[in-house]
């Protein structure tokens, strides 16, 4: 994986984020944009998977706990969906943990509930996009 694969991937998945906020609109609930969003990215040939579970680790220890990404698009690319009137740091913090819990390189946060989507998506990445190629 390189950082232009990566970078073509985020292209595809801004796109089809974008598509789905034209057809729908603001206003709806955050799972009916992951199904909508689900669809899209699969109709343009992408691998994606859904409430991906993370198992959690204290200190080493495996807890009888687990977290949730939204969408993992080609095992690469966490998209963290949200469906709100305001954007807060905590959706940030959320998804750089994640990166880092589950070592993927970039994410997305994608605020569906804005007349702009561009406006309110955030993209992110860690150390090891930078140590890409």
């Known amino acids: 994986m390189t950082k232009d694969t990566?970078?073509?991937?985020?292209?595809?998945?801004?796109g089809c984020a974008i598509e789905v906020h034209k057809n729908m609109g603001p206003g709806l609930l955050e799972s009916v944009?992951?199904?909508?969003?689900?669809d899209e990215l699969i109709e343009n040939g992408l691998n994606v998977k859904s409430q991906v579970k993370i198992p959690l680790y204290y200190k080493d220890k495996a807890l009888n706990q687990e977290l949730k990404i939204d969408l993992l698009v080609e095992d690469y690319i966490i998209v963290e969906l949200k469906a709100?009137?305001?954007?807060?740091?905590?959706?940030?913090?959320q998804i750089l943990t994640y990166m880092k819990l589950t070592e993927r390189p970039k994410g997305l946060?994608?605020?569906?509930n804005t007349t702009n989507i561009i406006k309110d998506l955030k993209q992110f990445v860690n150390e090891l996009y930078r140590e890409l190629e």
């Open 84 to 93: 709100v009137e305001k954007m807060i740091p905590l959706y940030d913090a």
């Open 33 to 38: 944009y992951e199904a909508c969003l689900i």
């Open 109 to 112: 946060l994608i605020n569906f």
């Open 6 to 14: 990566i970078n073509k991937l985020t292209y595809q998945i801004i």
